[in-house]
């Protein structure tokens, strides 16, 4: 599984570099380093959704700090 | 608003490369082809030359250059001929401020007797003369005018010469394609060849096609360019043009100074000097000019193909579009071992010339952030900023190398520095070189030239959400990214 999240200069702003730090930190502690990787991506185009985050091909979501550990309980342990 | 030209030459070329992109837009170009000069030229009276039916003949030039120019001449550079008609033929003539002296220091310091007196008056032979300039030094009254044609001032490897209807020739193993003499003609006689509807093509296809994203990654040259918008609303402006996003070349130029700091301090022991290779007119004057020291030149990329080579890792469908103030940059893209890491190049004017002929209005376009870099990325625009950056990564690094920079503002510092190199008394051990003086801010496709330009790249630079390389670069694998020219 790919966990892409915008880096574009939109997300950027809005803390882009930490939410990818953050899932790190979360597939690290569940584990799952062979299962998920997460990549920084270009603009995902909804820059109004930022933090853009995509699952593989799926839809954009929008991650923040305060939502990141129960999407990533929903989406990623979930699935992975 | 009105855009505001540094001259004519420069608004006149705007136009042309704006109709062109309009025409190439609406999917009519073949069709309009033929009325672009008449809406540049209306008529009845010419703008700037003898008839408007000559005016009309160079815009029709003008137009071939936009639209790519003649393809089996490989220069990016080229004379419009029948625009360049205008100089004198001989450097020096003497003038109406010649009083006729006794002292006559003219001829006494004339070399080779070619000055000669008659009713109290001097004059050149021309025949005899080797433009060496004594006579304009030694006369008390600056009767001497030196009138060198501006496009061969300009060039410094004395690529451009007279050809046999005196028409300006360039050399094309002579030239280095820093476009210096594009800027510095006076007429507009020698421009630059555009890519500028090969990328609206693509512009267009992209609408329809999901696997292909335009990616424009612009220069920090930046900073100093659109002065009736913002830098936040130029990059709005350049995503309704159909980018798929805009990326900052600083980020690349910050992936340049970590791997530049690298590559020195492994190679210099036994290298003894290391140049830098951002600037494609230096590294090209090198090879040309002093080929004894092209083992020399770092063998890191330029941010240009360190910035596309990131985004096409990061996303297969990307084709990236270079959008700069540099002429010699498009020459860098046709390089045989770098034409895959790029795919066009663009300068400010033609973006201006785009987003104008797309009817985008800066002023009221949203403010869309762009912000990736690192300061140290940014000041890759001004003289000074490379050797600033690798100066910082040594320091915060601690790399243990002696770190002796030479930082070289233009062509003629960086001939001085390369001399000295060649028989080994350059005092230092790192050469950053520039072939535009003041750095790419100056660039020959700059749309402004100012000395202030430099204070707008610091305070861009400031405005960096990331301080330093490291912090910019921390969420890319940067080691799957091979920086390396060759």
Known sequence: MVINVCVGSACHLKGSYNIISKFEDLIKEYGLDDKVVVKAAFCLGQCTKAVSVKIDDGPISSVNEDNIIDFFKANVLKEA | ?486
């Open chain 2, 1 to 486: 608003m009105e855009r505001k030209f540094e001259s004519d030459v420069q608004l006149i070329k705007y136009e042309v490369l704006r109709e062109v992109a309009r025409g190439a837009m609406n999917g009519n170009l073949k069709e309009k082809i033929d009325e672009i000069p008449y809406i540049i030229d209306p008529g009845p009276e010419p703008r700037t030359r003898c008839c408007i039916y000559k005016e009309r003949e160079i815009t029709k030039e003008r137009i071939k250059l936009a639209m790519g120019g003649n393809k089996e001449n490989k220069n990016i550079v080229e004379v419009i001929d029948v625009a360049c008609d205008k100089c004198p033929i001989n450097r020096f003539f003497v003038t109406e401020a010649c009083r006729g002296c006794l002292a006559h220091r003219c001829s006494e310091a004339c070399p080779r007797g070619a000055i000669y007196h008659v009713s109290g008056r001097s004059y050149i032979d021309q025949n005899k003369c080797i433009e060496c300039g004594r006579c304009k030094e030694a006369c008390p009254y600056n009767a001497i005018a030196d009138v060198m044609r501006p496009c061969r001032r300009a060039c410094l490897p004395g690529a451009i010469s007279m050809d046999e209807n005196k028409k300006a020739t360039i050399n094309n193993d002579k030239c280095i394609q820093c476009g210096a003499c594009v800027i510095q003609c006076p007429f507009g006689a020698i421009m630059d060849k555009s890519f500028i509807v090969d990328v609206i093509n693509i512009l267009n296809e992209s609408k329809h096609n999901d696997e292909l994203h335009v990616y424009a990654a612009i220069a920090p040259a930046i900073a100093s360019q659109f002065t009736y918008a913002n830098i936040e609303q130029v990059v709005s402006g350049i995503k309704k043009l159909g980018f798929y996003d805009v990326v900052e070349v600083a980020l690349g130029a910050d992936m340049v100074s970590l791997h530049e700091a690298k590559e020195f301090s492994e190679t210099v022991g036994e290298k003894k000097v290391v140049t830098t290779s951002c600037c494609p007119a230096f590294v090209n004057y090198i090879r040309k000019y002093y080929p004894q020291l092209a083992n020399n030149i770092s063998n890191t990329v330029s941010p240009m193909i360190a910035i596309s080579r990131l985004i096409k890792h990061i996303d297969p469908y990307a084709k990236v579009v270079f959008i700069g103030p540099c002429i010699a940059k498009k020459a860098e893209a046709m390089e045989e071992e770098l034409k895959r890491d790029i795919d066009y190049v663009l300068t400010f004017e033609e973006i201006a010339a785009m987003i104008d002929a797309a009817g985008i209005d800066l002023e009221s376009c949203e403010e869309v952030p762009l912000n990736n870099a690192s300061y140290y990325g940014r000041i890759f625009a001004r003289s000074g900023g490379v050797t600033e950056s690798v100066a910082h990564i040594i320091e915060t690094k601690n790399i243990d190398i002696e770190f002796r920079p030479v930082y070289c503002d233009g062509l003629k510092e960086c001939d001085k520095a390369l001399k000295l190199a060649k028989v080994n008394r350059l005092e230092g051990n790192f050469i950053e070189g520039m072939a535009c003086q003041g750095g790419c801010i100056s660039g020959p496709a700059s749309l402004h030239h100012a000395p202030k330009d430099k204070t707008e790249v610091d305070k861009y630079g400031k405005l960096a959400l990331e301080e330093n390389v490291d912090s910019s670069l921390r969420v890319f694998k940067i080691e799957d990214i091979n920086l390396d020219r060759k």
